[in-house]
């Protein structure tokens, strides 16, 4: 199982980024997606979350109406689309899956990070 999580990098406030999470190693389609972040000092929180459909989005208070989360059924890829971005968005970005059929909360499985700077 791997994510691949890539797109990060240093921009100014007010830019945008697009980040991107190819999965290999289980059945895509299968799974919820999430991205989550984890600044310095701080607790991980989730930012976004997508249904195996494409439905089902949901996202943490601070970046509604600036991010969109959203995925590729056919390139197995989830990507974060971050607009209008500020300098607290700064943080480490991780993406996961979570089966469909679990019915825990939990996610299964994690990629590594992409960290997001965003200078003032």
């Known amino acids: 199982v791997q994510l691949q999580a890539s797109g990060g990098g240093l921009v100014q406030a007010g830019g945008s980024l697009r980040l991107s999470c190819a999965a290999s190693g289980f059945t895509f389609i299968s799974y919820g997606m999430g991205w989550f972040r984890q600044a310095p000092g701080k607790e991980r929180e989730i930012v976004a979350a997508?249904?195996?459909?494409?439905?089902?989005?949901k996202y943490g208070d601070s970046v509604k109406g600036r991010f969109t989360i959203f995925r590729d059924n056919v390139k197995n890829t989830v990507y974060l689309q971050m607009n209008s971005l500020k300098p607290e968005d700064t943080a480490v970005y991780f993406c996961?899956?979570?089966?469909?059929?679990?019915?825990?909360?939990?996610?299964?499985?994690w990629g590594q990070g992409t960290l997001v700077t965003v200078s003032s």
């Open positions: 997508i249904g195996w459909s494409g439905g089902g989005t």
């Open positions: 996961a899956a979570r089966s469909r059929f679990s019915t825990r909360t939990q996610y299964d499985y």
